[in-house]
């Protein structure tokens, strides 16, 4: 008697148990948003679908620059349907999705019923439909790929280089605020361009930070440390109507306040102090050149710049209420700061 109480309890807990997992299985799937990415004429389709109408009904979509950020109202399960071209990245952060596609015009954006659809066609400089390859006898033709804009870069001699390019603030921590500018995604969107229109003409070019989120001092720090750039290249915005260009001067010492951290690498820099003013005056004369506008250098002791063991210059950008920042401005500032690496890499 007892033994057929006891299978019947586990053939109870057995039932319970399949019923659970499909339920979590139903729920999961409901919870489940799909992107996937087409071509049309002139602009990259993006859509997001779900069984879910509340996820796509209650999203919303801001953009800033070169990041498009889709906040959904619930958790999901992120499933990317089909790869993404180099010129888009999609990441996941909670209930909120990051979309960062170099050369960003603008957005439209569109909702849909049966299935659910959020669409978000992206217009992007220089984007032109891949032809279509002619299928292979006998084998499926194969995937389409996304073109990247086409891009003139003036320096291709930086084979020897590793560069790490820091965007300052993020996050938080969001620098210079007017209006719908904010320093943050700005110099997250310069350095990502500056990057892609570096390529693979440096060893390795790096990004301290990839979306808009907050970076210590001391986390930069470490990505000198592990890294060891050739060159390294933080982006800020100047409150001035033109280009600051800053070198490091000494000290630059920060006291120890407890936390164990005192930016005790500030004599670093001091091997490598003529070749990072060497640099500063190959950018203060691209800027000059490309912008018709006399920039200011500077020395002073900022720990990032004095911590490199490599050229380190710290530029900032014109205030926006003084210079207007576009695509083609954009493209423009990361023209001029690889013609002036390049000039550097010469000497």
Do not use: W
């Not at 930070?209 to 930069?220: F, L, V």
């Not at 209420?321 to 990361?334: G, K, M, P, R």
């Amino acid at each position: 008697m007892n033994v057929k109480v006891y299978a019947m309890k586990n053939v109870g807990m057995f039932i319970a148990f399949i019923f659970a997992l499909s339920s979590n299985a139903y729920g999961a799937e409901g919870q489940q948003i799909v992107m996937r990415l087409s071509e049309q004429n002139n602009f990259l389709r993006v859509v997001f679908q779900s069984s879910n109408d509340a996820l796509i009904s209650a999203s919303t979509v801001n953009e800033s620059y070169s990041l498009v950020k889709i906040d959904f109202p619930d958790d999901f399960l992120f499933i990317k349907g089909s790869p993404l071209p180099e010129n888009i990245k999609a990441t996941q952060k909670g209930s909120s999705i990051y979309l960062n596609i170099t050369n960003l015009e603008k957005i439209k954006t569109t909702r849909y019923k049966g299935p659910p659809r959020l669409v978000i066609d992206a217009y992007i400089t220089g984007y032109r439909k891949a032809p279509e390859a002619a299928p292979i006898p006998g084998q499926p033709p194969a995937p389409g790929t996304l073109p990247l804009p086409v891009q003139t870069i003036e320096g291709a001699g930086l084979r020897r280089y590793s560069i790490l390019l820091d965007a300052g603030h993020g996050g938080t921590d969001a620098g210079m605020v007017s209006g719908q500018f904010k320093e943050s995604t700005l110099t997250l969107s310069v350095c990502a361009v500056l990057a892609k229109h570096i390529g693979n003409k440096a060893r390795r070019v790096t990004i301290s930070r990839k979306d808009d989120t907050a970076m210590s001092i001391e986390q930069r720090l470490n990505d000198i440390n592990k890294y060891r750039p050739n060159v390294f290249i933080s982006i800020h915005v100047s409150a001035s109507g033109t280009f600051g260009i800053n070198t490091s001067s000494f000290p630059a010492v920060i006291s120890n306040t407890g936390s164990g951290m005192a930016y005790s690498t500030a004599y670093v820099q001091a091997a490598y102090i003529e070749k990072s003013r060497a640099l500063a005056q190959a950018l203060v004369s691209a800027f000059n050149e490309k912008f018709q506008l006399q920039p200011v250098y500077r020395e002073l002791p900022i720990p990032i710049l004095s911590g490199t063991a490599g050229a380190a210059v710290m530029i900032e950008l014109p205030n926006p209420a003084s210079f207007t920042y576009n695509n083609s401005s954009i493209n423009s500032i990361s023209d001029a700061i690889i013609k002036a690496v390049s000039e550097h890499e010469k000497k």
